[in-house]
């Protein structure tokens, strides 16, 4: 796991330099390891995809793709589980602008994406 994490922020920080998009890194970087720690635990795929891409001017977005198609669920606040595991969509939902889950026949990509104001 700790191999996959790393590399997915490595690209992410390239990702985020060449686009001049410097000041997401750190929401970046956290979204992409939660994103990544929840396709290796909660899933039995044996490999992932990370996908950075720039929909529009004003979002950058970082998904994970494996081939299971469980749909991953917030924790509610509250709930027992919060404690021991679950925080990583909490904290996805407060860094992000919005998140989702595409599914396909295969599997599933799971996405974050980050607000920016284009440059005046």
Do not use: C, Y
């Not at 490595?10 to 750190?26: P, Q, S």
């Not at 709930?79 to 909490?90: I, N, Q, T």
Request: hydrophobic share 45%; no cysteine.
């Amino acid at each position: 796991m700790e191999e996959s994490a790393e590399a997915a922020r490595k690209l992410v920080r390239i990702a985020l330099a060449t686009w001049h998009l410097d000041d997401l890194e750190d929401s970046g970087v956290l979204i992409v390891t939660e994103l990544v720690a929840n396709a290796v635990k909660h899933t039995n795929t044996r490999s992932i995809r990370v996908v950075i891409s720039r929909p529009s001017e004003r979002f950058v977005r970082i998904g994970v793709v494996d081939k299971a198609r469980v749909i991953p669920e917030m924790v509610k606040s509250g709930d027992d589980d919060l404690l021991a595991s679950g925080r990583g969509f909490v904290l996805i939902d407060a860094l992000a602008e919005r998140w989702g889950t595409d599914m396909h026949r295969w599997g599933k990509q799971v996405w974050a994406e980050l607000h920016r104001e284009p440059a005046a």
